[in-house]
């Protein structure tokens, strides 16, 4: 069954520092999604992506965080210059197509910036 | 924006029970509404959805009710059992010009004992 992969599994950061969080979606979609859950928390909107462009980005997705599809394969969420509170589980999704579709998940990234 | 409520947030329950979980929802335009399960390291994988268009959904023991009116929409386990321990998601989804944005509930934690 297709999925969608990320890596890594878990990274720890220091504070300030930039990172790349990495995401290979699912090979037919189209539609391209970051989320993030802090710990105990619910999972929140951070982006959508379509057609090598934002679609939509929430409140969270300020001027420290982009993303890119560099290759037509892998899709990066970068955080600039990361602070503590950044630290929470990173999700990437995608979907075949837009609204009302199945989004799948990857099994995500534990980001922990010290 | 839209605003999803979710409750109860930990549910016990015996092996054989049933379990429910609802959510209410707080924008009219949202149409689609999907549930996740997220077992303890992995990402949210999709149990089942419902559009706005049809009242109730059933698959196999899972079954999802909506009612438009009152913004509300729930989660039916029957017979549950122990591999049914999760925490449980529901969302809703606005679309953006097509695009699809999740807000999720709060969670809630079902336990199955045995």
């Known amino acids: 069954e297709p999925e969608v992969t990320q890596t890594p599994s878990h990274q720890v950061t220091q504070m300030g520092q930039e990172v790349i969080l990495r995401c290979v979606p699912i090979s037919n979609h189209l539609y391209f999604y970051w989320y993030r859950q802090i710990l105990g928390q619910k999972v929140e909107f951070l982006v959508s992506?379509?057609?090598?462009?934002?679609?939509?980005k929430s409140e969270i997705f300020d001027d420290q965080f982009s993303v890119e599809r560099p290759d037509g394969s892998n899709f990066t969420l970068k955080i600039r210059s990361t602070k503590l509170e950044d630290s929470a589980m990173y999700f990437c999704?995608?979907?075949?197509?837009?609204?009302?579709?199945?989004?799948?998940f990857g099994q995500g990234t534990r980001l922990t910036v010290v | 924006g839209e605003n999803v409520e979710q409750h109860p947030s930990t549910l016990s329950v015996q092996e054989g029970d049933s379990a429910v979980i609802k959510c209410t929802y707080s924008d009219s335009a949202s149409n689609y509404f999907p549930w996740y399960k997220q077992e303890l390291g992995k990402g949210p994988q999709l149990i089942i959805d419902?559009?706005?268009?049809?009242g109730e959904k059933k698959d196999q023991r899972i079954a999802v009710t909506l009612n438009k009116t009152a913004k509300h929409f729930s989660l039916h386990i029957t017979e549950t059992q122990p591999e049914d321990s999760a925490v449980y998601f529901c969302a809703a989804s606005i679309s953006a010009a097509g695009f699809q944005k999740l807000v999720f509930g709060t969670g809630t934690r079902l336990l199955v004992s045995p």
């Open positions: 419902i559009r706005s268009n049809v």
């Open positions: 999704a995608s979907s075949e197509t837009g609204h009302g579709t199945e989004a799948f």
């Open positions: 992506f379509y057609n090598n462009e934002i679609s939509e």
